[in-house]
């Protein structure tokens, strides 16, 4: 029996299909990554790579199952981090 799930972790996708794996415009995913908001890249020969297990996890942590539902984490805006906000790195 082949399990597929291994094969899709250890496939990468640049950004134009990062974007559309996660329903995104490709602007706003290099907004995410120069903000670091974004799911985790790589590089790879001065090319910008998504490994589909990277992009799924950081797409999960906005899963919520109701509108009151805290979640297990919030995927942020693709904005510069602002000092006064409550989610920015300090």
Not at 54 to 76: I, M
């Amino acid at each position: 029996m082949n399990d597929i799930t291994p094969a899709l972790q250890q496939r990468y996708l640049r950004t134009p299909e990062a974007a559309r794996f996660l329903g995104l415009s490709g602007r706003t995913l290099e907004k995410h990554r120069t903000y670091g908001t974004g799911p985790t890249y790589r590089k790879i020969g001065g090319r910008v790579v998504y490994s589909v297990g990277d992009l799924q996890s950081w797409a999960d942590r906005g899963a919520k199952s109701s509108t009151s539902d805290p979640g297990a984490g919030t995927v942020h805006p693709a904005r510069r981090a602002d000092a006064s906000r409550s989610w920015a790195v300090r």
